[in-house]
């Protein structure tokens, strides 16, 4: 098989990934004229797509501009432009060859050529044939690309470049369990203290290497002890004892944690110093409801922040009801189900009765703001307590966007289920929400729980498991 490589890029990578010229290490890329074609027809508008496209075309233009039509045809360096739009460094050392001249191609009677995918595919084909010292790769974010280029024996991949991990199973849990002899196996090597009425431990063992800042530890059974670690050194840990939230005396506006996830979330959500929470888990398993409560109680009971607020992506599950009148606040309601769901299991109490009810309600309201992404871009939001719902909808981007809008005092929440991702183009491996679990394990401010449990009802965790 011939070691020399030229990656054939569909629009859709590129749209995707504006960086994705300068991705291929030392490997050539080729873009036929179809490509250039569909990225000028999708610059306009000011959706990602459209701002992707555009940064694409700015890229292209720098490699072009002082070129002459010779150096074009002989292929462009693309070492030359070794830096992305955040100025990380890029390593590629390859050719980007733009298509000058007509290829020809035979297609099937059944794939008319002037088609864009079509023409994608013969000028692949073409490509393979012309140069059969080089391994011709198709890579493409469609399909159904993909597949008819198997079928006319081009080789075709995905473009692997933006995914966190190889397999979603291998995301960071945020919990670990500890062994069955852990007592017996620390014994004289451990130290505990009490600080501000927090029980501390340092455990000096060598299992400690494989725990994060910020990570829940338990061991099940009779001895059973949950904590999370604070502190970590090269063969050390300084680890918390948690606050158990299944107690009555220690519940959250009124809801109490129904298993260990739970109880692991809620410290991480009470903790005012922890800026930071990603929460990954099944319909049913407590997301919403356990933030919220937090929020509340952080917000309106200790003041640690001066309002809410709630946003997520606007991905329809069926056909999109079109536009809706109204405030920002109102047409993000039809979005906010989850929201006000949670937020009347929250203020069922009968206690002050339906005027009561009805003033906590107006209160909580007035604390809680909902926002769309679309206006999230330029905003700094300070001493705010920020949820982003639905978070596996969006792109590693759209989720940087969003997260460094956080001022001082403000903490930032992502809920989502990796499982249920309704953007084309994203999967398990690729999600923002996947992306930040990875990038954020370990930080000293951040914590991630992955709730496994449903608690919503025997009928939704039946429905979980068999459908």
């Known amino acids: 098989m011939p070691d020399k490589r030229l990656f054939v890029l569909d629009t859709n990578v590129l749209m995707h990934d504006p960086t994705a010229l300068f991705r291929f290490q030392e490997h050539d890329i080729f873009l036929p004229m179809v490509v250039l074609e ?36 002989r292929g462009l360096q693309l070492s030359q432009r070794p830096f992305d739009t955040n100025g990380h460094g ?41 140069q059969s010292d080089a391994r011709v790769t198709l890579v493409s974010k469609d399909i159904n690309l993909r597949i008819k280029a198997a079928i006319l024996g081009i080789h075709a991949e995905d473009y692997y470049n933006d995914q966190v991990l190889d397999d979603v199973n ?21 130290d505990s203290w009490q600080d501000n009425g927090r029980s501390l431990y ?19 059974g009779d001895n059973e002890f ?10 050390s840990a300084v680890v918390e004892v948690l606050r158990d939230y299944r107690k009555p005396n220690h519940s959250v506006w009124g809801i109490t944690a129904r298993n260990r996830e739970q109880n692991f979330a809620l410290n ?66 039809p979005w906010m189900g989850a929201l006000m769901d949670n937020l009347e299991v929250l203020t069922q109490s009968d206690a002050a009765g339906e005027w009561g009810r009805a003033a906590t309600n107006d209160l909580l309201h007035r604390r809680i703001r909902i926002h769309s992404l679309n206006f999230m871009r330029g905003r700094t939001f300070l001493n705010k307590f920020l949820i982003i719902d639905e978070a596996q909808n969006l792109t590693s981007k759209q ?20 499982a249920q991702i309704d953007t084309p183009y994203l999967t398990e491996t690729t999600s923002g929400l996947t992306y930040v679990v990875d990038r954020f394990k370990g ?8 709730l496994r449990q449903g608690e919503r009802s025997r009928l939704a965790d039946y429905a979980s498991e068999n459908l």
Not at 170 to 190: N, Q, S, T, V
Not at 443 to 450: D, E, K, L, R
């Open 202 to 220: 340092r455990i000096n063992d060598a299992m400690t290497q494989d725990w994060h800042l910020n990570q829940g530890v338990y061991l099940p």
């Open 268 to 333: 991480l959500l009470m903790d005012p110093d922890i800026d930071f929470v990603t929460l990954v888990g099944q319909a049913g398993s407590g997301k919403t409801l356990l933030t919220l409560a937090a929020a509340l109680t952080l917000t309106l009971d200790e003041k640690h922040f001066s309002e809410i607020i709630m946003t997520r992506v606007t991905v329809p599950v069926g056909e999109d009801i079109g536009f809706l009148p109204g405030t920002e606040e109102e047409k993000m309601t």
């Open 90 to 130: 890029l390593d590629a050392s390859g050719v980007l060859y733009l298509q000058t001249r007509s290829l020809p191609f035979e297609l099937p009677a059944a794939l008319p050529g002037n088609v864009p995918d079509n023409n994608i595919l013969g000028t692949a084909l073409a490509l393979q044939q012309e």
């Open 38 to 73: 569909e990225l000028d027809a999708g610059k306009k508008g000011v959706t990602e797509v459209a701002r992707n496209v555009r940064q694409v075309n700015r890229f292209l233009d720098e490699l072009t501009c002082d070129a002459a039509h010779e150096d074009i045809e």
């Open 443 to 450: 930080w000293g401010y951040g914590g991630h729980v992955t």
């Open 226 to 235: 949950e904590a999370m670690v604070r502190e970590r050194d090269t063969d």
């Open 399 to 418: 989720m940087k966007t969003l997260i460094t809008r956080a001022g001082p005092g403000t903490k930032v929440v992502c809920l989502g289920n990796v």
């Open 170 to 190: 291998l995301l960071y849990k945020g919990m670990a369990e500890l062994p069955g002899d852990f007592w017996d196996r620390i014994g004289d090597r451990m």
